[in-house]
């Protein structure tokens, strides 16, 4: 009885060795070359599947299913893992995000390379993404590519001109051109030409955000001109004081004569 057992046992272990072989080794073999190491093998290509590899190239295969040097049957299939190349992401659009965010998400999609320029924007708040170098949707391999972001260090300033002694035309297109949101005009009679700007309520040189500032712009009518009313009333001004002129000469002539009639009547005496 265990004569027929042990038998069995090695013509079982005969018959299937014999028609049985081992897995070839076919990693980091291209998929054509894969395909011919299994078929000469004898055994068969089976389901082959396209994996992201950052460390195999592309349409080179990763690994097998059976792995290599296992005992199978002929005839069997063998499953392979191919790369598909490296790993790619679509660019996000960053642009309006906080730079802290940003940061942090890149790493996450693998950047290794983030570069960060400060730049004064009157779009967007301060830390805040102005622009990035990567246009969103574009497909990459992160950790390839150097990521430079553009944030807001704040609205930008400038220095305030001098308009004093402008032409009043000039000053507006200026006043325009730096942004200013909130203006108003006055005009004012001095010894400077019409037209002229005589004075502007913001120092010149200072430093400020046009759009954020109130602006105050005193352009000259010219000399004011006199009325003939103002002329009346200048020459009834100048009578008045000649017929006060006159009336104190008479009481100053009548008093001496006075004094003179006095002397004499005490000279006589």
Known sequence: MVAIIVGAFFTYNYLIGANSVSAPDVRNKTLEEAKVAIVKAGLEVGDVTEVASDDVKEKTVIDSDPKAGKKVRKGSKVDLRVS???????????????????????????????TVEKVESNRYDTGKVVSQNIPAGTEIVPKEKELIIQV???????SMPNLVGEDSSSAESAIASLGFKHVSYKEEYSEKEAGTVISQSIRSGSNIVPS??????????????????????????????????NSSSRNTNSSTTTNSDGNGRRNNS
Request: avoid cysteine; glycine fraction near 6%; aromatic fraction near 2%.
């Open 152 to 158: 807001s260090s704040g609205k930008k300033k400038v």
């Open 212 to 245: 954020e500032e109130s602006l105050e712009i005193i352009i000259s009518k010219g000399k004011e001109k006199k009325t003939s009313r103002d002329d009346s009333d200048t020459d009834a001004r100048t009578n008045n004081d000649n017929n006060s002129n």
């Open 84 to 114: 598909s190349g490296k790993k790619t992401v679509d660019m996000p659009n960053f642009v309006g995000m906080d730079e802290d965010n940003v940061k942090r998400n890149a790493s996450k999609l693998g950047f290794k390379n983030i």
